[in-house]
């Protein structure tokens, strides 16, 4: 064996002793209730959804074809872009070929050597590798800790500054204090950065996502970064804010300027579905209220979204629950170190708009067997 492949067995023996072997595997349509994705909304295989994929594949072909900077701008681009503006209050958007592409964006484009960035503990692996490339300093606060991110903003000695969170958080399902932050960053001159990866379709009536709905998207000091791939049941991202982000990250951005265009068949379906959540306005209720029953049956309080965090009392202990929950025919998730910003395991349980009575009440019933302490 070549030293390269001794190495990686090495590592793969350590992973294999801590209990954190991870695999892929494709999934079965139809073979578990799926308690895991983030396809909140149910969207994914709308018939709407998939006919402006269709629609769109067959308007402007398989891919962008270049750059967004060369020829890989797309009119459905601009729609989608003004849709997404549309939906979360932002007065520009500027769309991405992944949520980590926006995130790595933002993260670099919007800070330079004279900026401190401060990240809630628990931002998501995007974020923190956005703000590993960028040339800022990097402070991470504690977990929603306020008082934290206004210490480290009030001893900063750079001139700007970014704070970094998710509204809804991806692993712990909780909503960040976004109405505090907004008032602490303007009061230091910072930037409040809000990835609505977990918030857009589900928070908020229209599903127009957690800082829209408290009427903080259109603020000048406020970017909101976002997922396609979640309750938009395509593939993208997207960073929306004042035009001036948006001109900047056409111009400096370099996940936007050297990456190709978001594909159209992604594009069309999240523009399908932002149309279907227009139309059918009870979808981010129905996502809310079937996360409030799954969290009641596993001894949870209201979550913020339609993300559950159940915690584990070590990885085993969490994988034994993801088997027993596949062997009734549900599938949750489960979150180990490292994954988890607290080092803690979990079980990571989402709810979906388009699951049925039934289904929930069976799932319900296993979910209360799973986590009863008792
Ligand atoms: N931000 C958060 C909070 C996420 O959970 C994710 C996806 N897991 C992303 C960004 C990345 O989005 P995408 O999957 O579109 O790359």
């Not at 994705?37 to 994914?44: F, W």
């Not at 910003?341 to 699951?355: E, K, N, Q, V, Y």
């Amino acid at each position: 064996m070549t030293a390269f492949l001794q190495w990686l067995a090495d590592a793969a023996k350590a992973r294999d002793r801590a209990g954190l072997r991870r695999s892929v595997e494709p999934v079965r349509r139809g073979e578990h209730l799926d308690l895991a994705g983030n396809d909140y909304l149910g969207l994914r295989r709308h018939r709407a959804v998939v006919a402006g994929a269709v629609a769109a594949a067959g308007s402007y072909g398989g891919g962008a074809g270049a750059s967004r900077l060369v020829t890989g701008t797309l009119a459905i681009h601009e729609d989608l872009e003004r849709a997404l503006g549309a939906l979360t209050g932002s007065p520009s958007a500027l769309v991405f070929s992944t949520g980590y592409h926006a995130n790595l964006s933002a993260l670099t484009a919007l800070t330079d050597d004279e900026t401190l960035i401060v990240s809630d503990a628990h931002a998501h692996a995007s974020l923190i590798d956005g703000a590993r490339l960028s040339r800022a300093a990097v402070a991470v606060s504690r977990h929603n800790d306020v008082g934290h991110v206004r210490e480290l903003l009030a001893r900063r000695p750079q001139r700007r500054a970014l704070v970094v969170v998710e509204s809804v958080y991806s692993v712990l399902g909780d909503a960040a204090p976004l109405a505090e932050l907004v008032e602490l960053t303007s009061q230091h001159n910072a930037v409040l950065l809000i990835d609505e990866a977990h918030g857009i379709g589900v928070v908020g009536q229209r599903g127009e996502g957690l800082a829209a709905q408290l009427g903080l998207a259109g603020l000048e000091h406020v970017v909101l970064t976002a997922t396609l791939s979640k309750s938009l049941a395509a593939q993208g991202g997207a960073v929306l804010g004042h035009p001036a982000v948006r001109e900047h990250l056409v111009n400096t951005a370099r996940p936007f300027i050297y990456d190709t265009g978001l594909a159209p068949a992604a594009t069309g379906a999240a523009l399908a579905a932002l149309k279907v959540i227009a139309a059918e306005p009870h979808l981010p209720d129905r996502a809310r209220a079937n996360a409030n029953r799954l969290a009641a049956a596993c001894g949870l309080e209201e979550p913020a979204g339609a993300v559950l965090s159940v915690p584990m009392s070590g990885p085993g202990q969490a994988l034994a629950a993801v088997a027993r929950a596949e062997a009734h025919g549900i599938r949750v998730g489960c979150f180990r170190p490292p994954s988890t910003p607290d080092g803690s395991s979990r079980l990571r349980i989402t709810a979906h708009a388009d699951h049925t009575d039934d289904q929930l009440e069976h799932a319900c019933a296993v979910l209360r067997a799973l986590t009863s302490r008792g």
